[in-house]
């Protein structure tokens, strides 16, 4: 089992910066990947980036290159998402998921397919 818990969301104007983290408990952390899911209201959600349970593999959606960027401490069971230069549409709640399988995380992912995820965190980016 493993209990995930977001922190970081706020709000920001366009073009800055906010540092989301995902505080993980339970054991074998670093046997997990772990992912970054955003659902803005009224649409799906949406993939943001995963980083395997290493760190070695690192995946992100198209709409989020070069602006974000994930990583993870296994050490102190915690993942990261830098977010820069921020948009109005990077609008939504991010929630971390985890997941033994790296496979699972990609933009044709599914919900139901991810065991673990937390609460969520509100970005809201005004323009």
């Known amino acids: 089992q493993v209990q995930l818990a977001e922190s970081g969301g706020g709000l920001v104007q366009a073009g800055g910066s906010l540092r989301l983290s995902c505080a993980a408990e339970?054991?074998?952390?670093?046997?997990?990947?772990v992912g970054w899911i955003r659902q803005a209201r009224g649409i799906e959600r949406e993939f943001v980036a995963v980083?395997?349970?290493?760190?070695?593999?690192?995946k992100y959606a198209d709409s989020v290159k070069g602006r974000f960027i994930i990583s993870r401490d296994n050490v102190k069971n915690m993942v990261f998402l830098q977010m820069n230069s921020l948009k109005p549409e990077d609008t939504a709640a991010y929630y971390c998921?985890?997941?033994?399988?790296?496979?699972?995380?990609?933009?044709?992912?599914?919900?139901?397919?991810?065991?673990?995820w937390g609460q969520g965190t509100q970005v809201t980016v005004s323009s």
């Open positions: 998921a985890a997941d033994s399988n790296f496979g699972v995380f990609g933009p044709a992912f599914r919900v139901s397919d991810i065991d673990y």
């Open positions: 339970g054991r074998s952390f670093n046997r997990y990947n």
């Open positions: 980083i395997g349970d290493t760190g070695g593999q690192i």
